[in-house]
T-cell receptor, first 111, second 115 residues
Framework: GNSVTQMEGPVTLSEEAFLTINCTYTATGYPSLFWYVQYPGEGLQLLLKATKADDKGSNKGFEATYRKETTSFHLEKGSVQVSDSAVYFC??????????FGDGTTLTVKP | GAGVSQSPRYKVAKRGQDVALRCDPI?????LFWYQQALGQGPEFLTYFQNEAQLDKSGLPSDRFFAERPEGSVSTLKIQRTQQEDSAVYLC?????????????FGPGTRLTVL
């Protein structure tokens, strides 16, 4: 079956540091790849997505590129802020409806 | 506009009781998903509806779990004879269509605790 493996946390960074959260996947067919974020006390919400190979998703300064050759979708941000503190989930969605999520990475950004 | 809503937000059940969890998706959304999220883990797929049709229920952990969406809108996840291992947050999500590229919009979840 499909699977998503993401970097274990927690991750603690100082404000303005560079962020990478690794995500790799195994899947049959051609899934779409997503990063969802869960801020403290809130529900899961979309951060960014990419629907085919070599696509780059971006939002709020975060970026991730769908790399089919390395089956990866790593999340990056050049300069994190305290407000980016949250749990980040990598996920793949298929046209068959079934979605697979990683276990989440907790990011804490300190001023 | 209104997002996905779930009720109740918290539910405490004694082992062996039946529970029913409700999901109100975003109006007009065709697809509806149920997930189970254990503490410290990502959401685990339970089942998927497209309109009123349940197209995939492969993630339901046992025959004690049952989901329905009779009119293609509101959905109910029912758990019979609850066990302690059923304790988790149950998430509902909806999306506009049935494509994998569609963003899923999540509700706040129902936290179920089985004593």
């Amino acid at each position: 079956g499909n699977s998503v493996t993401q970097m274990e946390g927690p991750v603690t960074l100082s404000e303005e540091a560079f962020l990478t959260i690794n995500c790799t996947y195994t899947a049959t067919g051609y899934p779409s790849l997503f990063w969802y974020v869960q801020y403290p006390g809130e529900g899961l919400q979309l951060l960014l997505k990419a629907t085919k190979a070599d696509d780059k998703g971006s939002n709020k300064g975060f970026e991730a590129t769908y790399r089919k050759e390395t089956t990866s979708f790593h999340l990056e941000k050049g300069s994190v802020q305290v407000s980016d503190s949250a749990v980040y989930f990598c996920a793949l969605h298929t046209n068959a409806g079934k979605s697979t999520f990683g276990d989440g990475t907790t990011l804490t950004v300190k001023p | 506009g209104a997002g996905v809503s779930q009720s109740p937000r918290y539910k405490v059940a004694k082992r062996g009781q039946d529970v029913a969890l409700r999901c109100d998706p975003i109006s007009g959304h065709v697809s509806l998903f149920w997930y189970q999220q254990a503490l410290g883990q990502g959401p685990e797929f339970l089942t998927y509806f497209q309109n009123e049709a349940q197209l995939d229920k492969s993630g339901l952990p046992s025959d004690r779990f049952f989901a329905e969406r009779p009119e293609g809108s509101v959905s109910t996840l029912k758990i019979q004879r609850t066990q302690q291992e059923d304790s988790a947050v149950y998430l509902c999500a909806s999306s506009t269509g049935g494509a994998g590229s569609d963003t899923q919009y999540f509700g706040p979840g129902t936290r179920l605790t089985v004593l």
